[in-house]
């Protein structure tokens, strides 16, 4: 995990989720040290979908929660 961004709830991720995280996250990483193909360019935008969606799920998991029992 030594590539990822802090993603809000990241600590909620399943095992499936961390390791698509970790994988779409090294595209990020390798963009500032090397040569950015357009390969590239898929994956970085994959990975902040990726981060996208899974702060969306996070919130609504959190709104769900907080929702008060009838």
């Known amino acids: 995990m030594a590539y990822v ?7 909620l991720l399943t095992a499936e989720q ?6 779409l996250s090294e ?5 500032d040290t090397m040569r950015f193909t357009a390969l590239d360019a ?12 899974l702060q969306r799920e996070y919130y609504l998991e959190r709104e769900i929660e ?4 009838a």
Do not use: F, M, N
Not at 18 to 23: G, K, N
């Open 5 to 11: 961004h802090k993603v809000l709830g990241s600590d």
């Open 18 to 23: 961390q390791e698509e995280l970790d994988t």
């Open 27 to 31: 595209a990020s990483h390798h963009r």
């Open 42 to 53: 898929v994956h970085l935008d994959e990975y902040y979908k990726l981060c996208e969606r």
């Open 66 to 69: 907080d929702l008060p029992v």
